[in-house]
């Protein structure tokens, strides 16, 4: 296995190891944290659905009066190879421990700590640091634990990952609910063909205790923001795509058996040749999804299988489609409320309702069948023909040559866009906008505010999904 991938799940362990961490004061020090080293240990074992073995071993402790000292190994198995790293953590008893007392804190707490992670000696070329993963934490009298952390940079030169020295703060209750925020100045991934890059990244999460039920569902809400997401070719003479000004936010939750997911997005959408940069207009997007959350949860698994690197079996493809089956006949839904783009001339924007009912496929043979899946569903979109043609402009703008006729050029491709979805017979069409609305509910269709008689749904469907095709859609 190459030592980038290596080092890119050394960097998923230590993140897991900084959450397991807990200490306590004095003479319960050996007994508390024996008793966090298997539960840490309980949470590594998640880990190996991504190829990823990981225990923490060897641990140490040197009880003093005023602090402790701990020292244990972080054993990591990749790809049939052991790796080990250090670490090391200072304890400073309460109720007014001295590191803090040093510093002018006069807040009780039960014991703070200062600790380190070092890289094991293969991988040590790969970061900016020897210490790559460093902390400050305390815990409350009720239980709470919060701190601060950073972690090395790290360059992988045959997998092309370069990531900056990062820094974050968190707070994990007793109860189990926690909160984190991070900062990644940079991040970036360069393949023989594609870079990307991210700048000013910040991420934050509210996060609550998931139930035992649903091991890799993530509850809770989270806000993200980058200053910068660049996507540009390995060939400098080819343009650059750049959302700047990027915000998120969203939440997921648990409804009975329901997941529930939310969230939007919107930035400012870039494209930059070798002499010039266009501001084609402001990106947004509002969705949300509702799934039967065990079926979510058990596919999860495969997901993070795949996304490792791992080549399923026959038999785990096989239970994947199943998965997958039932998680189709419990209702699932997905709303693509708002997704539009919109410059100086106007806004284009599309909505997607997609609800389906609980449906058993094995009983679907023919289209009717298909049509009854679906409830209050649809398909609506607006194309402003300013805007299309202003889109087009700057788009044909990018390549110089074609600078001097982009505007002649772009009104043309409109005006070919128009005639095509007036004689399509699917869009509405006046003189600032082109329309298309298609709902279907219970196996009723219509299209435009107009219902399709059933003995001509089958070929009414078939010729609007190529006249889409034809329209660019």
Do not use: C
């Amino acid at each position: 296995m190459k030592l980038s991938t290596i080092a890119i799940s050394v960097a998923v362990v230590i993140g897991a190891v900084a959450t397991s961490g807990s200490w306590y004061t004095g003479k319960q020090v050996e007994e508390k944290y024996s008793e966090l080293v298997t539960l840490g240990n309980n949470a590594l074992k998640q880990l190996e659905i991504y190829g990823v073995k990981a225990e923490i071993k060897d641990v140490k402790i040197e009880r003093h009066f005023f602090s402790s000292d701990i020292s244990y190994n972080l054993e990591t198995q990749i790809g049939g190879e052991t790796y080990q790293l250090q670490g090391s953590d200072k304890l400073y008893h309460g109720p007014l421990p001295i590191n803090r007392l040093m510093k002018g804190n006069l807040v009780p707490a039960m014991v703070s700590s200062e600790g380190k992670i070092s890289s094991p000696e293969q991988l040590k070329s790969y970061f900016t640091k020897p210490e790559v993963f460093t902390h400050q934490t305390a815990m409350s009298y009720a239980g709470d634990v919060s701190g601060q952390f950073s972690t090395s940079g790290f360059k992988l030169d045959d997998a092309m990952w370069n990531i900056s020295d990062t820094s974050g703060e968190f707070t994990l209750a007793k109860s189990g609910d926690y909160q984190l925020a991070m900062d990644i100045p940079m991040l970036s991934l360069l393949d023989p063909i594609t870079k990307m890059e991210y700048n000013g990244l910040r991420y934050e999460v509210k996060g609550k205790k998931t139930a035992e039920t649903y091991r890799y569902l993530t509850i809770g809400d989270y806000t993200m923001s980058a200053d910068s997401f660049r996507i540009s070719s390995a060939d400098a003479n080819k343009p650059s795509l750049t959302l700047n000004k990027i915000t998120s936010k969203g939440d997921a939750k648990l409804v009975n058996e329901d997941y529930d997911i939310s969230g939007d997005f919107s930035s400012q959408v870039v494209v930059k040749n070798q002499s010039e940069e266009l501001d084609l207009g402001q990106l947004k997007a509002d969705l949300s999804m509702k799934l039967d959350a065990k079926s979510f949860d058990e596919l999860m698994v495969y997901s993070s299988q795949m996304q490792a690197g791992s080549e399923l079996t026959d038999e785990q493809n096989a239970k994947v489609e199943e998965i997958g089956k039932t998680l189709l006949s419990k209702g699932p839904q997905l709303h693509i409320k708002d997704f539009s783009l919109t410059n100086s001339k106007g806004k284009n924007q599309l909505a997607l309702l997609l609800n389906l009912k609980a449906t058993d496929f094995s009983n679907m043979n023919n289209m009717s069948d298909g049509l009854n899946i679906f409830k209050q569903s649809l398909f609506d979109v607006t194309l402003n023909i300013n805007a299309l043609e202003e889109l087009a402009k700057q788009v044909a703008s990018i390549d110089p040559e074609q600078k001097a006729t982009a505007e002649q050029a772009a009104k043309a491709q409109v005006e070919e866009l128009v005639l095509q979805a007036r004689s399509s017979g699917l869009a509405v069409v006046d003189a600032e906008n082109i329309k298309l609305k298609l709902e279907i509910d219970e196996g009723k269709v219509k299209l435009n505010g107009n219902d399709v008689p059933e003995h001509q749904v089958e070929n009414a469907m078939f010729f609007i999904m190529l006249g889409l095709s034809g329209m660019g859609m």
